[in-house]
């Protein structure tokens, strides 16, 4: 992450670029569209500051080290998993994940617990359509 913090007016700024999903003073985050147009312009030859320079962004604003540094870590993740290696999968994972294969006892477990939730939660949902009904009488 680079040491750049941006001010308020770099903010509004940035957050009314159409690539940008979210800012905050310390970081940006960028859209799986502008990645996947990077690495499009990237594979013909383009450097990366011209790229971010012709989507909008102030190469000023964002400071050299940070365009550097997303350009390689999206032309190592482009390499690794291809266009998939681009999306932004933060909000479909919670916690560290796993480095080794769970075993087929811990799989059923989790799987029972997962049964379990899913029981409980409809229990709780046929509770709350009961007392519905009771309060629309």
């Not at 859209?31 to 102030?58: L, Q, S």
């Not at 290696?85 to 909000?91: K, N, Q, V």
């Not at 049964?115 to 359509?129: D, F, G, H, M, Y």
Request: proline share 1%; aromatic share 8%; with cysteine.
């Amino acid at each position: 992450m680079s040491k750049k913090i941006f001010t308020e007016k770099e903010v509004k700024l940035l957050l009314s670029n159409q690539y940008v999903k979210s800012v905050s003073s310390k970081g940006i985050t960028y859209t799986d569209e502008f990645k996947h147009v990077f690495m499009a312009e990237k594979e013909k030859g383009k450097f990366a500051r011209e790229i971010f320079e012709d989507c909008g962004f102030d190469a000023e604003i964002l400071g050299t080290e940070r365009i550097k540094s997303a350009s390689k870590r999206w032309q190592k993740a482009y390499k690794k998993n291809g266009i998939m290696g681009l999306r932004d999968s933060r909000a479909g994972n919670s916690g560290r994940p796993r480095e080794r294969e769970l075993t087929l006892e811990e799989t059923n477990a989790r799987l029972e617990a997962e049964i379990n939730l899913l029981k409980a939660e409809n229990e709780l949902l046929k509770k709350i359509r009961f007392a519905e009904r009771g309060m629309r009488k």
